[in-house]
T-cell receptor
């Protein structure tokens, strides 16, 4: 099993550009989340999904959009990148049958 | 809203010694889960240990154990016989039941292991 796969691993964007961070899991998990990690602030929840077609906002949702059309995929969209969105982004998935979340390897995004 | 506090930004321990990382949390829930995740320089988030709030017994995983004090809302991690490979950032995390992958994290403790 691949687990949780994030692409790309690194990305540099110019201010105002748009892009999509991809996240896919092959464990048939119903729950998926996006986090951002900034120095000294831990990981903060951006958006969350409890199943296909259902999403909800987390702690820091502004500037990001998500959709969940399938159980496997949960892409994160930046519509107009800003330098404040420079961060490391993690996707995670989980299931009610297990207590822990499984994380992807992260995407380091730099907005210049 | 739930909060998780790690008051030690950095800790240092000598190889083979024991170190304890602190974590406190705040919640109004009675049933929840607590975790310690390790993040080495590779950036990967690795689960170290988990604790179910309804269990009074402290969780242990080999050299890693927790001191879970539910009334005090404290969840510390003890690493025994520290190894060079334990050097990493450690995050304490909380989640309520029924919210898998929706975690609240502390700000992390960077652990240095010296010879």
């Amino acid at each position: 099993n691949a687990g949780v796969t994030q692409t790309p691993k690194f990305q540099v964007l110019k201010t105002g550009q748009s892009m999509t961070l991809q996240c896919a899991q092959d464990m048939n998990h119903e729950y998926m989340s996006w986090y951002r990690q900034d120095p000294g602030m831990g990981l903060r929840l951006i958006h969350y999904s409890v199943g296909a077609g259902i999403t909800d906002q987390g702690e820091v949702p502004n500037g990001y959009n998500v959709s969940r059309s399938t159980t496997e995929d949960f892409p994160l969209r930046l519509l107009s990148a800003a330098p404040s969105q420079t961060s490391v982004y993690f996707c995670a998935s989980g299931t009610g049958g297990r207590t822990e979340a499984f994380f992807g390897q992260g995407t380091r995004l730099t907005v210049v | 809203a739930q909060t998780v506090t790690q008051s030690q930004p950095e800790m240092s321990v000598q190889e083979a010694e024991t170190v304890t990382l602190s974590c406190t949390y705040d919640t109004s829930e009675s049933d929840y889960y607590l975790f310690w995740y390790k993040q080495p320089p590779s950036r990967q988030m690795i689960l170290v240990i988990r604790q179910e709030a309804y269990k009074q017994q402290n969780a242990t995983e080999n050299r890693f154990s927790v001191n879970f004090q539910k009334a005090a809302k404290s969840f510390s991690l003890k690493i025994s016989d520290s190894q060079l490979g334990d050097a990493a950032m450690y995050f304490c995390a909380y989640r309520a039941t029924g919210t898998a992958s929706k975690l609240t994290f502390g700000t992390g403790t960077r652990l240095q292991v010296t010879l």
